[in-house]
């Protein structure tokens, strides 16, 4: 009776790792930040670093604060305003959230792939910031990646970002 006990909580507890412990497809925070990227200055709102391949492109936003930077193997767009993209589209294909903290902010980060994407970059990665401390200022990155990869890279740029401006 012991034995037959102690096969029920040990296959209980196989069961569980296997299905919570082995997904090599989450989330990975990472939090260094490579020391040859650059840091970009957002108006002195916000700041993050990125890869030095990636290029500032001009755009202009309606109702909020817009920029965008561009390499081979991503594109990055922010919206920083009241009407930020909050990332809550969880139907997209693999698609995974990790809420979290970044440099004392809540934040929320998405990932997913978008196979039949009629773009070259069908790796997506997102942050939202909601910025509970300043409701007119709202954060929201988005990078589009050709692979895997870029896609990791994108997390790192995440966890870079900083606010340089924010009521208490």
């Given amino acids: 009776m012991k034995i037959k006990g102690l096969k029920i909580v040990f296959l209980?507890?196989?069961?569980?790792?296997?299905?919570?412990?082995?997904?090599?497809n989450k989330i990975q925070p990472d939090h260094t930040t490579p020391t040859d990227w650059k840091i970009v200055n957002a108006r002195g709102i916000f700041s993050f670093s990125v890869p030095k391949d990636l290029q500032e492109r001009a755009v202009?936003?309606?109702?909020?604060?817009?920029?965008?930077?561009?390499?081979?193997?991503?594109?990055?767009?922010?919206?920083?305003?009241?009407?930020?993209?909050?990332?809550?589209?969880?139907?997209?294909?693999?698609?995974?959230?990790?809420?979290?903290?970044?440099?004392?902010?809540?934040?929320?980060?998405?990932?997913?792939?978008?196979?039949?994407?009629?773009?070259?970059?069908?790796?997506?990665?997102g942050v939202h910031f909601p910025s509970e401390k300043n409701p007119t200022g709202k954060l929201t990155m988005s990078v589009r990646c050709k692979d895997s990869e870029s896609q990791k890279t994108a997390v790192k740029i995440f966890y870079s970002i900083k606010f340089l401006q924010r009521n208490a």
């Fill in 12 to 24: 209980s507890l196989l069961g569980f790792g296997l299905l919570f412990g082995c997904s090599t």
């Fill in 60 to 125: 202009q936003g309606i109702d909020s604060y817009v920029g965008e930077y561009k390499s081979q193997s991503m594109n990055l767009s922010f919206d920083f305003g009241m009407w930020s993209n909050s990332l809550d589209d969880s139907s997209q294909p693999q698609f995974q959230q990790l809420v979290t903290e970044i440099n004392h902010e809540p934040a929320k980060i998405v990932l997913y792939t978008a196979p039949q994407s009629q773009t070259e970059y069908n790796y997506f990665a």
